[in-house]
């Protein structure tokens, strides 16, 4: 199969780099299910998508509930198509110090991105193996290697690389490859929530991280769907249980 013939979901995506994603695959030749916590969130990406001449299905669901997973897709396959690459990419932000955080920050943190990646990733692998051929990537980050007022949010991100990296022993046999992108700083809205509570001008919060950043300017959603179409190609096959830095610079 080419990627003309690819179903594709990805997970976040009505906007910032979810929509970007979303966007591209479909620029590749996939089929996209455009998933967001409500359906009607997913009208923008879904009618750039048509209006390029791709092909694209906007599906609401809670990424944290199983039930709501299983059936997003089940729709998918019985609309598009048995899907075969999945970017698990819904995150949502709970920052605060750890002597600040409440069991709810936590929580909310770990089901959107741990829980929603594996319920996601349970569902969908089942018709990889049946194609014999699939690709997952999960959204990491560079928080992953700490960072202040994130213990939620770095714990999660931290788990998706080692949870890629064991989906990636399980499911390589069949002709799966799993593996983790992780960003650094990129524009998009939840970057602004960060600036807005850090009470900090968003111009001022970009010029800031770009003169930390070697190539010397913030990134954008587009930076990271380009590396995600790479690890979503036929051309990748070989590329697997990998977490790639997409920060403009180096990170261990």
Sequence with gaps: MSEESRVAIVTGAARGIGAATARRLAADGMAVAVVDIEEAATKETVDAIAGAGGRALGVGADVSDRDQVEAAVSRVAAELGAPTVLVNNAGVLRDNLLFK????????????????????SQAAQKHMV??????????????????????????AKAGLQGFTKTLAIELGPFGVTVNAVAPGFIVTDMTAATAARMKVDFDDFQKHAAAEIPVRRPGRPEDVAHTISFLASEGAGFVS????????????
């Design 101 to 120: 955080m409440t069991n709810a920050d936590w929580d909310t943190v770990m089901g959107v991105h741990l829980r929603g990646a594996f319920l996601f």
């Design 130 to 155: 049946d194609q014999k051929w699939g690709r997952i990537v999960n959204l990491s980050s560079t928080s992953a290697l700490g960072n202040r007022g994130q213990a939620n949010y770095a714990a």
């Design 241 to 252: 249980g990998q977490v790639i830095y997409v920060a403009g610079g180096p990170r261990d």
